[in-house]
C-alpha cells in the first residue's frame, strides 16, 4: 500500500509541474472536469492513504505534509510555463486532505472495531 502511495504522490508532483501545453494535461483536459476538482480529488487520495498506514498523530501530520506539498507546488507552478499559481487551487488541496482523511479515518476505525468484534465472538 505505501508503494502505491509513493506512486500517487509522484503522479500528483509530476502532473503540477508539466508544462501547460503538454500532452498529458492535452488528456485531461479532455475529460472535462472542474481544475477545482481535480486538485480535490487529486489531494483526497493522497490523504486516503495516511489513516492505514500511520498512526493518528503520525497521521495528521502527513496530511498536514500533504498539504504543504499543494501550496509549495502551486507556488512552483507560478515558474512553470502555462501555469499559474492560484490560492482556491491550494484551498481544492486543503478540502481534499481534509476530506480524503477523515472519510479514510472513519473507515478504518469502522474496520478495526468490526474486526475486534468478530475475533472476540461478540455479535457485530
Not at 12 to 30: E, N, Q, R, T, Y
Not at 80 to 104: K, N, T
Amino acid at each position: 500500500m505505501r508503494l502505491l502511495w509513493v506512486l500517487a504522490i509522484a503522479a500528483v508532483v509530476v502532473g503540477s509541474l508539466l508544462p501547460g501545453s503538454s500532452p498529458v494535461l492535452g488528456w485531461i483536459g479532455m475529460l472535462h472536469v472542474n481544475d477545482k476538482a481535480e486538485h480535490f480529488l487529486a489531494y483526497a487520495v493522497l490523504a486516503w492513504f495516511p489513516a492505514w498506514l500511520y498512526s493518528r498523530s503520525a497521521a495528521l501530520g502527513t496530511c498536514g505534509m500533504l498539504f504543504t506539498l499543494g501550496v509549495l507546488l502551486e507556488i512552483v507552478q507560478a515558474a512553470v510555463p502555462g501555469r499559474s499559481c492560484e490560492l482556491a487551487d491550494a484551498l481544492a488541496d486543503l478540502a481534499g486532505v481534509v476530506s480524503g482523511f477523515a472519510v479514510s479515518s472513519v473507515l478504518a476505525v469502522w474496520l478495526r472495531m468490526m474486526r475486534s468484534g468478530a475475533s472476540s465472538g461478540s455479535p457485530a
